[in-house]
């Protein structure tokens, strides 16, 4: 549904997420296919879900794929257990899920900063049965404050996502406040100031948020913004929510960083599900 709204709105940059896009290819296939789609960047979740420290050979792979494809990295996640499904993030579940993400921090932040990415998201963790939340709350800090660390050292800025409830019912960070909240604790306690709000349409929309409020409240807070419809989680267009709108609301806010397309292709090859954004606005 291309229109002159999207023509405007692409002055914000759109990037598309390689770990829900184009998943009907092998992972080193993704980037090529990304940018024969007129795209010139990508983002990931942690790719290797089975491992936060892969073999080298596996990272060299990826980086000259990346690479070979002449898009740019502007996304990736740290370590975060089993991804898309009902358990999410590692770093505030208490034992060896917490130990893999540690593991994980400089393996992320090094291969993001070979490929000159600067943005690295830390997804919370889920509640754990048994484990005190305020136990889980300091463990989550602790290693905030690792990574906010290692993404300083490599120039970079630390994401904090929202999830929502109803997909996500035991993961504590299912508001932008609450997400924000999180971001000033890790700024105040490492003093680096480099975290920031990641702020997902999608996921504020299943929570039921006012997405205008948010934008105007938290839009100076943002690092990156995520995109999909609802409800569907579909491409723009696929469901209800207004984002030609809520896109041009962010620009004229003041953001002006990258567009995130988090969302499902559905039946059609990914290739297909890019008509509602002009080719030249990719």
């Not at 598309?16 to 983002?43: D, K, M, Q, Y």
């Not at 300091?138 to 800025?157: H, M, T």
């Not at 929309?205 to 569907?232: C, F, K, W």
């Not at 579909?234 to 896109?247: H, I, N, Q, R």
């Amino acid at each position: 549904m291309p229109g002159s709204e999207w023509s405007t709105a692409a002055e914000q940059r759109f990037t598309v997420n390689l770990s829900i896009l184009f998943t009907e290819l092998p992972l080193l296939e993704r980037p090529a296919a990304a940018a024969a789609a007129g795209f010139t960047a990508v983002e990931l979740w942690w790719p290797w879900v089975g491992t936060p420290t892969p073999e080298r050979s596996e990272l060299d792979a990826l980086r000259e794929a990346i690479a070979a494809a002449r898009v740019r990295l502007t996304g990736l996640n740290f370590y975060a257990g089993e991804l898309p499904g009902p358990d999410r993030g590692a770093l505030s579940v208490p034992g060896e899920e917490s130990e893999r993400f540690r593991a994980n921090i400089d393996v992320a932040a090094a291969f993001a900063r070979s490929l000159g990415c600067r943005s690295l998201n830390a997804l919370y963790g889920n509640r754990v049965d048994g484990v005190d939340p305020a136990e889980q709350d300091a463990l989550a800090l602790e290693n905030l404050v690792l990574a906010a660390e290692a993404a300083d050292r490599n120039g970079a800025i630390l994401l904090i996502e929202a999830l929502n409830a109803p997909e996500s019912p035991r993961y504590p960070l299912v508001s932008a406040p609450a997400a924000v909240a999180v971001v000033d604790k890790v700024n105040e306690t490492s003093g680096l100031g480099n975290a920031r709000f990641l702020m997902d349409l999608y996921h504020l929309s299943m929570n039921g948020e006012d997405l205008p409020a948010v934008i105007e409240r938290y839009a100076p807070r943002t690092g990156h913004v995520q995109i999909a419809d609802n409800p569907g989680r579909g491409a723009p267009g696929t469901g209800s929510l207004p984002l030609e709108d809520l896109v041009e609301r962010l620009r004229k806010a003041g953001y002006d960083g990258w567009i995130g397309l988090e969302y499902k292709a559905g039946d059609r090859p990914s290739a297909e599900a890019f008509d509602w954004l002009p080719r030249a606005a990719r």
